[in-house]
């Protein structure tokens, strides 16, 4: 199994353009989020998805957009790039733990695309 | 907002030594994670504690959470050189489709 593959690495945009990260996540997890990381900030939630078709805002939502077509894919549109987005971002998948219903959902990440925005 | 404050910000410590990392958080919680992130790479998942349990190990790692005074530690035991990373702690509820809150991190430099 792949996990959860982020495209592309590294990204270089000029203020205004628009884009989509791609995540795809091969292990039929219900949950995929979207987190951005500045220094000192830790992660942010932007985006997260319970399911296909589902979708619902995070902490950091302003200037993305998000749609979950199929349980595989989900994929991250900046509308207009800023330089404010310039930041690394990852990609998270999750799943329920049925026979541990009380547990939290334990994430597993992609390994991040570098966003510069000039 | 950060739901979780982690301390310290840094820390550097000689292979062999114990490292422990805090972390505090605002509000409820179900569980609190720890995760380690190596350079220029993504999160991994080290261990989770549930807000009913005081303690938990698992290998070289021993959590500790206090859901009086919100506060959990990370405690690494022997460290090694390749224990090198950031290390953070989240917070989240059941059933939140991994809607985690994350503390900023804190960067561990293990010398050989």
């Known amino acids: 199994n792949a996990g959860v593959t982020q495209t592309p690495k590294f990204q270089v945009l000029k203020t205004g353009q628009s884009m989509t990260l791609q995540c795809a996540q091969d292990?039929?997890?219900?949950?995929m989020s979207w987190y951005r990381q500045d220094p000192g900030m830790g992660l942010r939630l932007i985006h997260y998805?319970?399911?296909?078709?589902?979708?619902d805002q995070g902490e950091v939502p302003n200037g993305y957009n998000v749609s979950r077509s199929t349980t595989e894919d989900f994929p991250l549109r900046l509308l207009s790039a800023a330089p404010s987005q310039t930041s690394v971002y990852f990609c998270a998948s999750s799943y329920r733990d049925r026979g541990d219903p009380g547990t939290n959902e334990k994430l597993f990440f992609g390994s991040g695309t570098q966003l510069s925005v000039l | 907002s950060q739901q979780g404050e982690e301390d310290p910000q840094a820390l550097s410590i000689q292979e062999g030594e114990n490292a422990t990392m805090n972390c505090s958080y605002k509000?409820?919680?179900?569980?609190l994670q720890w995760y380690r992130q190596n350079s220029g790479r993504g999160l991994v998942h080290l261990i989770l504690?549930?807000?009913?349990?005081r303690e938990k190990h698992s290998g070289r790692l021993r959590v500790t959470l206090d859901t009086s005074k919100k506060s959990s530690s990370l405690l690494i035991t022997a460290s090694r050189a390749a224990d090198t990373a950031s290390y953070f702690c989240a917070t989240g509820f059941y059933n939140q489709g991994g809607k985690l809150i994350f503390g900023q991190g804190t960067e561990l430099s293990v010398k050989p």
């Open positions: 509000t409820s919680i179900n569980n």
């Open positions: 998805s319970v399911g296909a078709g589902i979708t």
């Open positions: 292990m039929n997890h219900e949950y």
């Open positions: 504690i549930r807000s009913n349990e």
